[in-house]
T-cell receptor, first 115, second 115 residues
Framework: DGGITQSPKYLFRKEGQNVTLSCEQN?????MYWYRQDPGQGLRLIYY???????QKGDIAEGYSVSREKKESFPLTVTSAQKNPTAFYLC??????????????FGSGTRLTVV | KNQVEQSPQSLIILEGKNCTLQ??????????LRWYKQDTGRGPVSLTI?????NTKSNGRYTATLDADTKQSSLHITASQLSDSASYIC??????????????FGSGTQLTVLP
């Protein structure tokens, strides 16, 4: 079945540690996105990539980094510079980077907790 | 600033009853409006997408309406089931050929269906 796979489902980070969240899709979608979801708030865009080897900052990119070396993969690294990383992270993809009106598919999310 | 407001924040109903969720937006220029269903600990799943010219769209027991003049949308759930318990998120897209930066997410309505 085609879809987006996020791993791990749960992740624990110690203070000062970098962690990487995985996002893989087999939908042949060109564009991929990372969102952060906090209780009582709408999803906020962290980074997005429209083509391989290219990505742009979203509204809350500070403390995060990404790479897009393959069309299928868009990993997100939460660095120690992100002071409040505890949140639910969602990866998404769409078939046409200029027309996100349709074909916007989400992964099942990774819950990151600072311990 | 583009905004999407959803009401109520939470709603509890008995199985078999109907309910209506509201979404008001101030997004310009309007492109389309989507409703998503998000089960706890999972990614959002699309229910409906409506463009400016569409007033209503159904997906099984879910019916969305759009009034572009008053900038309001509603999601009506008929004959609710326990599996309808979830967060329902309204998302509005701005621009003719939207990018991820032009999506505005509401904070969601948490629906609980009791037996």
């Amino acid at each position: 079945d085609g879809g987006i796979t996020q791993s791990p489902k749960y992740l624990f980070r110690k203070e000062g540690q970098n962690v990487t969240l995985s996002c893989e899709q087999n939908l042949n979608h060109d564009a991929m996105y990372w969102y952060r979801q906090d209780p009582g708030q709408g999803l906020r865009l962290i980074y997005y990539s429209q083509i391989v080897n290219d990505f742009q900052k979203g509204d809350i990119a500070e403390g995060y980094s990404v790479s897009r070396e393959k069309k299928e993969s868009f990993p997100l690294t939460v660095t120690s510079a992100q002071k409040n990383p505890t949140a639910f992270y969602l990866c998404a993809s769409s078939i046409d980077p200029k027309t996100v009106n349709y074909g916007y598919t989400f992964g099942s999310g990774t819950r990151l907790t600072v311990v | 600033k583009n905004q999407v407001e959803q009401s109520p924040q939470s709603l509890i109903i008995l199985e078999g009853k109907n309910c209506t969720l509201q979404c008001n937006y101030t997004v310009s220029p309007f492109s389309n409006l989507r409703w998503y269903k998000q089960d706890t600990g999972r990614g959002p799943v699309s229910l409906t997408i409506m463009t400016f010219s569409e007033n209503t769209k159904s997906n099984g027991r879910y019916t969305a309406t759009l009034d572009a003049d008053t900038k309001q949308s509603s999601l009506h759930i008929t004959a609710s089931q326990l599996s309808d318990s979830a967060s329902y998120i309204c998302v509005v897209s701005a621009g003719v050929r939207s990018s991820a930066r032009q999506l505005t997410f509401g904070s969601g309505t948490q629906l609980t269906v009791l037996p």
